[in-house]
């Protein structure tokens, strides 16, 4: 497709478990971002890449949330020992240009139970 | 401490008639302000945006106005159409950053 693809759309994990989540940004999209949307709140930011490296993870809450992009192209949002508090819609956007528009995907609804 | 607030969760509006939804932020290194529309279980899509070189922007139906020295900005739509219904939210940047803030939206119904 031509747009930001995310997977998977919903998933459902107990406290304390490894997670994972995939974003497929826009094709020849240099820069891509990873959000997140809890509920009744506006997406906040958690990292940014340009390439391949991790320009700005200043919005990571904490060591248990990790995010590779090592082919410039797909990025994985890893998250270890869920919370509940983990709980949000997880928003990948790519852009063009740095500092350009974003386009987000769909986002990756995650429960921890 | 939320930087860019919108402090009407909900708005309702008669279709044909003007909406308006606001903006306020308190980071004067914003330079860059845009607006994105979220429908459910869809990504926020990009609207409009303005520079703080500028006061107005104008795009079709749907005009943002910012004022630098109140720190407010606001999305008019004019004429509003059921279509418009959706979640709106107001984002901004600072000089040289590259992430956005967003406020926590406000739910625009248009009623026919």
């Known amino acids: 497709g031509a747009g930001v693809s995310q997977t998977p759309s919903n998933k459902v994990t107990e406290k304390g478990k490894y997670v994972e989540l995939r974003c497929d940004p826009i094709s020849g999209h240099t820069a891509l971002y990873w959000y997140r949307q809890s509920l009744g709140q506006g997406p906040e930011f958690l990292i940014y890449?340009?390439?391949?490296?991790?320009?700005?993870d200043s919005g990571l809450p904490n060591d248990r949330f990790f995010a590779v992009r090592p082919e410039g192209s797909v990025s994985t949002l890893k998250i270890q020992r869920t919370e509940r508090g983990d709980s949000a819609v997880y928003l990948c956007a790519s852009s063009s240009r740095v500092a350009g528009e974003l386009f987000f995907g769909e986002g990756s609804r995650l429960t921890v139970l | 401490d939320q930087q860019v607030k919108q402090n009407s969760p909900s708005l309702s509006v008669q279709e044909g008639r003007i909406s308006i939804l606001n903006c306020d932020y308190t980071n004067s290194m914003f330079d860059y302000f845009l607006w994105y529309k979220k429908y459910p279980a869809e990504g926020p899509t990009f609207l409009i945006s303005?520079?703080?070189?500028?006061d107005k922007n104008e795009d079709g139906r749907f005009t943002v106005f910012l004022n630098k020295s109140a720190k407010h900005l606001s999305l008019h739509i004019v004429p509003s159409q059921p279509g418009d219904s959706a979640v709106y939210f107001c984002a901004a940047r600072e000089t040289g950053a590259n992430n956005l803030f967003f406020g926590t939206g406000t739910r625009l119904t248009v009623i026919p």
């Open positions: 303005i520079s703080s070189i500028k």
């Open positions: 890449f340009q390439g391949t490296g991790a320009a700005d």
